[in-house]
T-cell receptor, first 116, second 116 residues
Framework: AQKVTQAQTEISVVEKEDVTLDCVYE???????LFWYKQPPSGELVFLIR??????QNEISGRYSWNFQKSTSSFNFTITASQVVDSAVYFC?????????????FGGGTRLMVKP | ETGVTQSPTHLIKTRGQQVTLRCSSQ?????VSWYQQALGQGPQFIFQ???????GRGNFPPRFSGLQFPNYSSELNVNALELDDSALYLC???????????????FGPGTRLTVT
């Protein structure tokens, strides 16, 4: 069985603050994929990143960075110098190598509110 | 490049009725997945269609069924609607070239179904 836990249900920060969204996962697969999606109020899930279990290098894309630590089964997401437009619900998701139907298992999401 | 589109945007049905939701996949994609997202929760995988056949199913009863057409568009049908079926239904498309998982899935804006 697979499970994704996002312990932070809501985070509120002031613009320009850095913020880290936590994600902890459970899987018995040795090969798996981790994802982050952003869901703005419009409802559409926006793909942000995919990492496979063999690539533990941290990744940076503009103000976004991801820290994958296999030893602690965590895949955390940091937004540097947050902006009001970053306000959304963020989901972490997991897919095993042989998941039937390429199924994504999502966490419960973290609602990020960035105040001006 | 055309993104994933879904119709209708909103729908109100009465308990016991049947509903059909539609999805057009992103240009070049051959696989469509459906997810149910209850209010305040992460999306739950319903099923995926690949080459017009169901290719994996989540923990949903048989009254949830689907179709995929030769142009890769898809329908989700729900019979005997229950109040708990009220949710945002998300369609995601991807380009799958093998039986393994981990493919990036691109989501549409969703259909919000309300059952009264």
């Amino acid at each position: 069985a697979q499970k994704v836990t996002q312990a932070q249900t809501e985070i509120s920060v002031v613009e320009k603050e850095d913020v880290t969204l936590d994600c902890v996962y459970e899987t018995r697969d040795t090969t798996y994929y981790l994802f982050w999606y952003k869901q703005p109020p419009s409802g559409e899930l926006v793909f942000l990143i995919r990492r496979n279990s063999f690539d533990e290098q941290n990744e940076i894309s503009g103000r976004y960075s991801w820290n994958f630590q296999k030893s602690t089964s965590s895949f955390n997401f940091t937004i540097t110098a947050s902006q009001v437009v970053d306000s959304a619900v963020y989901f972490c998701a997991l897919s095993g190598l042989y998941n039937a139907g390429n199924m994504l298992t999502f966490g419960g999401g973290t609602r990020l509110m960035v105040k001006p | 490049e055309t993104g994933v589109t879904q119709s209708p945007t909103h729908l109100i049905k009465t308990r016991g009725q049947q509903v059909t939701l539609r999805c057009s996949s992103q240009s070049g994609h051959n696989t469509v997945s459906w997810y149910q997202q209850a209010l305040g929760q992460g999306p739950q995988f319903i099923f995926q269609y690949y080459r017009e056949e169901e290719n994996g199913r989540g923990n949903f009863p048989p009254r949830f069924s689907g179709l995929q057409f030769p142009n890769y568009s898809s329908e989700l049908n729900v019979n005997a609607l229950e109040l708990d079926d009220s949710a945002l239904y998300l369609c995601a498309s991807s380009l799958v070239v093998s039986s393994t998982a981990g493919y990036e899935q691109y989501f549409g804006p969703g259909t919000r179904l309300t059952v009264t």
